[in-house]
């Protein structure tokens, strides 16, 4: 029973502890110091960094969508409705989770493995001995940076698995590329693009704030930066498939009241 | 050599201590480590806290610094009782506190030049102030050269020594170090101290040194720096005691379990002390 208390009071802990980093690394925001030139610095690390496997993931998430869906569809004879289904699957979902999976798997660990390394050096410590708030250093241009290029990077996602989609619908399905281009922008509301964007938004906290607070709170020397980097990617992975169903059920009822 | 920065040091009223400990408790999760611990550190002064591995000496400089908090007693820096105020007043207070760590916990991603002139930026101070207040205090530490050269290409003693450049850019009126000569060779070691000396002796920084050699502790006491002939020399005169005195705090079992002059320590014949003595 004391075994239990205790694993239930430091889990507690941990979610006070990550609710507090979150709060302050948004309310930072209103007040300075502000460290502009941190924020660009993540943003290139986090943003033109993830390019490559966002570019090349995409595009191929769009061709396999078409070649899953789009034999299914010559059964019944709606081919053409590929470009539908591709892209209202990319915009609303795919594109975000995968593009939020990819950057968790990229980012959160970096963050994590930094910022531990810092901590277990005693470099935060040294930070917060000169005056500096790491909370305001460290954390928030991680935040601001991540909530800036995510969106950037799934727009750029969703748009080259779209071309993905369309050069393998052309090539396997012989379908037009206009036509299919065209029904994928036509299908496309204001609602599915919000959604998506809802979403990212989203991913991108946790991606940054996870990174940042497994990354502070490392104990145990170079054996718990390792550590607290697998758990970084572990827990913003599964928060980000989590909340992803709980998201998709908000975007459904607000669309449904508001659109 | 000499070190002039526009900074000038807050020092407490006459009579004040500089740092103040009262019935310190602090514990974690494996048990209580410091168990009512008391001292004050008067202006000027330096005091040496001696003790084995484990019995807390780093924490009371993280104390001291406010980058921890006691669990009960008051910890009083300049004045200011630090023990319960908000980070946020605590990150001001820390200003007037240089900090050296043990391993000299530098940015490793800045060069040496960045890490010494970090606080001057976060300061918005002007940056064609910077650099050559940074020299200067390279200068000072005898490392002008590595100016533009990372961490991990120095020494574990010049690290040390950067880190030191670090704390005393802006001529901060107190100055903790955490076992500075730890791990060094005994030649680096006295270097280390030398600068301490020299820290204390022209700029009279109040000081709290945490190590486990004892000699590093009667080097402060009976070693002082002349200005005039930019020496360090054997002097334990009790002028010079006087302008720059040493006590010795040993740590046992999470209390102060000796605290005393030199001399004190020297002639006591308590047989646990006498084992710093062997």
């Excluded at chain 1, 607070?213 to 498939?241: D, F, K, M, P």
């Amino acid at each position: 029973m004391e075994v239990l208390q205790d694993l239930a009071k430091t889990n507690i802990l941990k979610i006070q502890n990550y609710s507090i980093l979150s709060y302050h690394s948004l309310t930072n925001l209103a007040r300075g110091p502000r460290y502009g030139q941190d924020t660009l610095d993540q943003m290139d690390i986090i943003g033109v960094g993830s390019l490559p496997i966002v570019l090349l993931s995409g595009f191929f998430i769009g061709a396999v969508m078409v070649l899953q869906t789009g034999a299914q569809f010559i059964r019944f004879g709606q081919a053409s409705l590929t470009g539908d289904i591709v892209s209202l699957a990319l915009v609303r979902e795919l594109g975000p989770s995968i593009t939020g999976l990819l950057v968790a798997g990229r980012c959160a660990s970096g963050i994590a493995s930094e910022l531990g390394s810092m901590q277990v050096t005693e470099q935060v410590d040294a930070m917060r001995a000169m005056g500096t708030d790491p909370s305001r250093k460290l954390v928030t241009p991680r935040v601001l940076a991540t909530l800036i290029t995510l969106p950037l990077l799934t727009t750029i996602s969703v748009f080259v698995g779209l071309l993905g989609g369309m050069v393998a619908s052309v090539l396997s399905l012989r379908i037009n590329a206009t036509t299919f281009w065209e029904r994928a922008i036509k299908i496309l509301e204001f609602s599915d693009i919000m959604q998506g964007f809802m979403k990212t938004v989203v991913f991108a906290f946790i991606i940054a704030t996870v990174g940042c607070y497994q990354g502070l709170n490392v104990r145990g020397g170079t054996q718990g930066v390792g550590r607290a980097t697998t758990q970084a990617v572990v827990v913003a992975s599964v928060l980000i498939i989590v909340s992803d169903t709980f998201l998709t059920k908000i975007a459904l009822y607000l669309a449904d009241k508001l659109f | 050599m000499s070190l002039s920065t526009t900074a000038t040091p807050t020092f407490p009223a006459v009579g004040q201590a500089a740092i103040e400990f009262n019935n310190v408790r602090l514990g974690f999760s494996e048990g209580e480590i410091l168990r009512g611990v008391t001292f004050s550190a008067q202006e000027r002064e330096t005091l040496v806290l001696l003790g084995e591995t484990g019995t807390g000496k780093t924490l009371l400089l993280k104390l001291a610094s406010g980058l921890l908090r006691p669990d009960s007693g008051r910890v009083r820096v300049i004045g200011k009782d630090i023990s319960g105020i908000p980070e946020s007043e605590l990150l001001g207070i820390r200003r007037e506190i240089g900090f050296v760590f043990q391993e000299g916990a530098l940015f490793d991603s800045l060069t040496v030049g960045e890490n010494v002139a970090y606080r001057l930026h976060e300061d918005g101070v002007d940056p064609d102030e910077i650099e050559p207040r940074v020299s200067e205090v390279l200068r000072f530490v005898e490392l002008a050269h590595t100016f533009d050269s990372l961490p991990s290409d120095l020494s574990g003693g010049m690290r040390r020594r950067v880190s030191i450049a670090r704390a005393l850019i802006t001529r901060p009126p107190i100055v903790l170090y955490d076992s500075p000569t730890a791990g060094l060779d005994p030649i680096t070691s006295q270097t280390i101290i030398s600068l301490i000396l020299r820290l204390r002796d022209v700029y009279g920084v109040t000081s709290l040194l945490a190590t486990h050699r004892l000699q590093d502790g009667f080097a402060l006491a009976n070693f002082h720096f002349d200005p005039r002939s930019k020496k360090v020399r054997r002097d334990s005169s009790p002028e010079s005691s006087r302008a720059a005195p040493t006590r010795f705090l040993v740590l046992r079992a999470g209390k102060i379990y000796f605290e005393g002059s030199p001399d004190d320590l020297m002639k006591s014949p308590d047989p646990y002390l006498q084992r710093f003595l062997i």
